[in-house]
């Protein structure tokens, strides 16, 4: 990998250029998004007062990102992903103007709102691998693990603040005014990110080959190792099945009876614990045992959930959600550390996209599945039955990808050998197998 500064002193991380820009970008446009996800399902399920509603606010986000996210992958690895990002921003910032326009013109129609989050989608098809790819070209691959640390504890400050401030901004202004505090985080985000310097970008390949090759190529990379496709899909399989984040507005609505505050707070408890371990994993980090302390994670992480879900005590629920926070980060930190380690920087666009729709099937997926379920068999068993799924789930995996559970290190995933290539022989195949050999 280019590395202009390889015969600089090392230095801290927070003191490589463009970093600092790079996370106060994240922290203003991730902190709009939370806020923006708070009002705006409040404001739908204040419309319907109907849990399938919710489930709607979930696949209008989703279907699009399903359909744009491979296609952005490959973009991701040919194009500059600087300006990606900047062009993604820049539509989510007009999203969070319409969504505004909207609620001061005094529109009641939820599909109104459903058409603006599919324009939303849109964008994050795009922001979400290309701030995943862009962090490596931004610090030295030494550096790269405390970077990862840095940028989760950035994220995770923000899914703390934005839900109340979004739940006490709808409380205090309406959905309006809220929105234009999300316009504006979104502007400063684009300011931030314009200051961001590229230094150990790789050179681009020049593989003359088609777009499904590279697709094809990139699907091949997972495929072929075990750790990583376990990884990816043991989180996307625990989060779709079992994740109460949709359920939230009717549970403070209806069953805990704390209103709009109480609900952004609920959905900060999630963040406040993940941010509490992950100030503990930047003060002890751990490179032991890696594979099956992620399976003991989404363990907890299911338990923690279904104890919410038969909660009717506020202070407990909170709690619960605390405990899953915590353990959704020890999961986000090692799958993040796994896949960025384990991949070379002409693919990672391609494979983040992947992992991107992974996390996108388990987050907005997992919201349609939630609403659906809570509107055919009520809201408490539909919580119930997903987290006794998530746990399902995880002594499946710990069966299934025995690769997985025995890792111990992080560094023995990247040179573990592939799987078997099941015979391919095509130049997607060849791709694969070159790149893989290259350094990162």
């Given at each position: 990998?280019?590395?202009?500064?390889?015969?600089a002193?090392?230095?801290?991380?927070y003191?490589?250029p463009?970093?600092?820009?790079?996370?106060?970008g994240?922290?203003?446009?991730?902190?709009?998004?939370?806020?923006?996800?708070?009002?705006v399902?409040?404001q739908?399920?204040?419309?319907?007062?109907?849990?399938?509603?919710?489930?709607?606010?979930?696949?209008?986000?989703?279907v699009?990102?399903l359909?744009?996210?491979?296609?952005?992958?490959?973009l991701?690895?040919?194009?500059?992903?600087?300006?990606?990002?900047?062009?993604?921003w820049?539509?989510?910032?007009?999203?969070?103007?319409l969504?505004?326009w909207?609620a001061l013109s005094g529109?009641?129609?939820?599909?109104?709102?459903?058409?603006?989050?599919?324009?939303?989608g849109?964008?994050?098809?795009?922001s979400g691998?290309?701030l995943?790819?862009?962090?490596?070209?931004?610090?030295?691959?030494?550096?790269?693990?405390?970077?990862?640390a840095?940028?989760?504890?950035i994220?995770r400050g923000?899914?703390?603040?934005?839900p109340?401030?979004?739940?006490?901004?709808?409380?205090?202004?309406?959905?309006?005014?809220?929105?234009?505090?999300?316009?504006?985080?979104?502007?400063v985000?684009?300011?931030?990110?314009?200051?961001v310097a590229?230094l150990?970008?790789d050179?681009?390949?020049?593989l003359?080959?088609?777009s499904w090759k590279?697709?094809?190529?990139g699907?091949a990379?997972i495929?072929?190792?075990?750790?990583?496709l376990?990884?990816i899909?043991?989180?996307?399989?625990?989060?779709l099945?079992?994740g109460?984040?949709?359920?939230l507005p009717?549970?403070?609505?209806?069953?805990?009876?704390v209103?709009?505050?109480g609900?952004?707070?609920?959905?900060?408890?999630?963040?406040?614990?993940?941010?509490?371990?992950?100030?503990?994993?930047s003060?002890?980090?751990?490179?032991r045992?890696?594979?099956?302390t992620?399976?003991?994670?989404?363990?907890?992480?299911?338990?923690a959930?279904?104890?919410?879900?038969?909660?009717?005590?506020?202070?407990?629920?909170?709690?619960?959600?605390?405990?899953?926070?915590?353990a959704?980060?020890?999961?986000?930190?090692i799958?993040?550390?796994?896949?960025?380690?384990?991949?070379?920087?002409a693919?990672?666009?391609r494979?983040?996209?992947?992992n991107?729709?992974?996390?996108?099937?388990?987050?907005?997926?997992?919201?349609?599945?939630?609403g659906?379920?809570?509107?055919?068999?009520g809201v408490?068993a539909?919580?119930?039955?997903?987290?006794?799924?998530?746990l399902?789930?995880v002594g499946?995996?710990?069966?299934?990808?025995?690769?997985?559970?025995?890792?111990?290190?992080?560094a023995e995933?990247s040179?573990?050998?592939?799987?078997?290539?099941g015979?391919?022989?095509?130049?997607?195949?060849?791709?694969?197998?070159?790149?893989?050999?290259r350094?990162?």
């Open positions: 990998m280019s590395d202009p500064l390889a015969s002193p090392r230095q801290s991380i003191r490589q463009g970093l600092l820009p790079f996370l106060i994240r922290l203003a446009a991730v902190g709009a998004i939370q806020i923006q996800a708070v009002v399902a409040w739908v399920y204040e419309m319907t007062r109907d849990p399938l509603s919710l489930a709607y606010v979930g696949l209008a986000q989703f699009p990102m359909l744009l996210l491979i296609p952005a992958g490959d991701i690895d040919r194009y500059d992903r600087k300006l990606i990002l900047a062009l993604s820049a539509v989510e910032a007009l999203c969070s103007g969504l505004a909207l529109s009641q129609s939820a599909h109104a709102i459903y058409a603006v989050l599919a324009l939303f849109c964008a994050r098809a795009f691998p290309a995943q790819s862009l962090l490596p070209q931004i610090v030295p691959r030494e550096q790269l693990a405390a970077a990862i840095a940028n989760s504890m994220m923000a899914t703390i603040v934005g109340l401030v979004g739940g006490g901004l709808y409380a205090w202004g309406g959905a309006g005014a809220t929105y234009g505090v999300c316009l504006a985080c979104l502007l985000g684009l300011a931030m990110l314009s200051q590229v150990y970008a050179k681009s390949t020049s003359e080959t088609t590279r697709f094809v190529a699907i990379f495929r072929f190792r075990p750790v990583i376990g990884t899909s043991l989180d996307l399989f625990a989060v099945l079992g109460v984040v949709a359920l009717v549970y403070a609505s209806d069953v805990l009876q209103g709009p505050e609900l952004g707070a609920l959905r900060s408890a999630i963040a406040i614990g993940e941010v509490g371990v992950g100030l503990y994993l003060v002890r980090p751990f490179d045992r890696v594979g099956l992620m399976f003991i994670a989404v363990g907890v992480f299911g338990v959930n279904l104890v919410f879900s038969l909660s009717s005590l506020y202070w407990l629920s909170f709690a619960a959600l605390m405990v899953a926070g915590g959704d980060m020890v999961s986000v930190y799958r993040s550390t796994l896949v960025q380690f384990s991949t070379p920087d693919m990672r666009g494979v983040n996209a992947v991107m729709l992974f996390i996108s099937s388990s987050n907005e997926l997992g919201e349609f599945r939630a659906s379920f809570a509107a055919w068999f408490v539909a919580a119930v039955g997903g987290s006794l799924c998530t399902a789930v499946a995996w710990m069966w299934g990808f025995k690769q997985l559970r025995t890792l111990d290190r992080f995933a040179s573990l050998p592939a799987g078997d290539a015979g391919h022989g095509d130049d997607s195949a060849e791709e694969h197998r070159a790149l893989s050999s350094p990162s």
